[in-house]
């Protein structure tokens, strides 16, 4: 992660939550001057992100009232998180009550994390989204006449990838609702026609400043288990997408449109869509840093950091520079960039074997990896993030010499079970991409 000045110096961040979602966030800031304060409740040394700042702190990030009196006994300047939607609905009510800068209201947070509400401004902005069903269709025979199946069930205020369904008859979405249910903090759930198009989705980024909205990534996605739809967690994403061009000409006018209905000023915002015979269908959106960490694909691909960025309005400072605005490109000819995600079968985790190797290779920008030998992948992080054991962030200069890259990982890389079973079945089939 280049670092070009010592900006925050004799500044006092505090972070909300002490997992590796934080690391990146952590080193960045410490990196560039700030004083970085680390708070959760769990002990220090079972949290990564503790281990490697200026201090720790022991106040539960939920714990609101705690929150405020440490940041006035710590003479906290702003606070920050990383993608946990969990922490960020602490963070904002935590700088809306202490007078911490923060990029969105709780009002805002609201609008563009409820599935429901983000629909409803879609449809009111002319922004394309899938047909949606209400769950009384199917609570008696028959009712359901006329459904188009199947159908996606999925929590209206989840993440990771937990509580989504994909259903094929009347039994199946019942089921689905209820533990859609179960995953929602809400308790609210919304059925959607489901689009069938390969188990590809269309993600593009804005930055906001000021009222201001502009796009600065547009990529594609591919989903783990397109054909029996169970593990619905990404796979592949890569940059550029096939779909810049249709998004300027067909979405981009309304999605600005959308964000300035809402109110949203400042911050970094994200759509997924289902692009489909020629449609792009939004079904998604995130007012958040995103889980797949894509400042390591912007950073080497362009020279921006939107973490940075977040960080720096937080501790006061401005959201984004003009020279940060003119570095944006949404295509590129002599480039591509990716990120390969490691799904595993569950289990204990026996051994790991070709990392060192693969680590050599000249296409490696990044790798996280989740878990190690002696982890335990169990059967209920199946179908979510949770699934994954690493993320490789991939750079190479065509989409030849990329898929060569990717198929080279995916035979090298070898994690077995405490049973010498290979865990890493799921390997991703670059013909999917259509290169």
């Known amino acids: 992660m280049e670092i070009d000045n010592q900006e925050f110096r004799d500044k006092r961040l505090l972070v909300l939550g002490g997992t590796s979602a934080s690391l990146d966030l952590v080193r960045l800031a410490r990196t560039m001057g700030a004083y970085v304060i680390v708070t959760d409740e769990a002990d220090v040394s079972q949290r990564i992100s503790k281990q490697i700042a200026d201090e720790a702190a022991m106040v539960s990030t939920d714990d609101i009232p705690g929150l405020i009196q440490l940041v006035k006994d710590k003479k906290i300047d702003g606070a ?17 009550q202490s007078g911490l800068p923060c990029y969105a209201s709780p009002k805002q947070w609201e609008l563009c994390s409820n599935k429901k509400i983000f629909k409803e401004y879609c449809i009111k902005n002319k922004v394309p989204t899938a047909q949606e069903y209400s769950i009384d269709r199917f609570t008696r025979d028959g009712q359901d006449h006329g459904v188009e199946y199947p159908l996606i069930v999925k929590p209206v205020d989840g993440c990771s990838s937990k509580g989504i369904s ?3 008859n009347r039994e199946e979405v019942t089921r689905a609702y209820e533990a859609a249910l179960a995953a929602s903090v809400s308790r609210h759930a ?23 909205y502009d796009p600065y990534l547009t990529f594609d996605t591919y989903i783990a288990d397109p054909v029996n739809k169970k593990y619905l967690i990404s ?9 810049t061009e249709a998004f300027l000409h067909d979405l981009d006018p ?15 915002a994200f759509i997924q869509s289902i692009p489909y015979k020629g449609k792009i ?9 995103s889980g797949g960490m ?17 960080l720096r309005y937080a501790l006061g400072g401005t959201m984004v520079r003009p020279e940060e605005i003119k570095k944006i490109r949404l295509d590129y000819e002599d480039i591509v960039m990716a990120q390969l995600m490691i799904p595993l079968d569950s289990g204990t985790i026996g051994s790991i074997e070709g990392l060192d190797e693969i680590m050599k290779m000249e296409c490696i920008v990044d790798f996280l990896q989740y878990y190690k030998s002696g982890d335990t992948i169990g059967p209920e992080v199946m179908g979510t993030l949770g699934q994954h054991f690493g993320r490789f ?19 090298k890389l070898l994690v077995r079970n405490t049973l010498g079973q290979d865990m890493y079945s799921m390997k991703f089939d670059m013909g999917r991409c259509g290169w």
Request: hydrophobic content about 40%; overall charge negative; charged content about 25%.
């Open 281 to 289: 269908y939004c079904h998604e959106m995130g007012y958040r840093l």
């Open 80 to 96: 920050f998180c990383g993608p946990s939607e969990f922490n960020l609905k602490n963070l904002i009510e935590l700088c809306d």
């Open 235 to 243: 796979a592949f994403t890569c940059f550029p997408s096939k779909h």
């Open 254 to 268: 309304n999605v600005r449109n959308m964000f300035e209905d809402m109110g949203l000023k400042n911050g970094v």
């Open 190 to 212: 919304v059925i959607e026609q489901y689009i069938d198009n390969g188990g590809e989705i269309f993600s593009f980024r804005y930055i906001l400043d000021e009222g201001a």
């Open 166 to 168: 994909i259903c094929n």
């Open 294 to 310: 894509i400042y390591k694909i912007t950073e080497p691909l362009m020279g921006i950091n939107d973490m940075k960025m977040m």
């Open 393 to 411: 962030t991939l750079k190479a200069f065509n989409r030849e010499d990329m898929k060569t890259a990717v198929q080279m990982i995916q035979s």
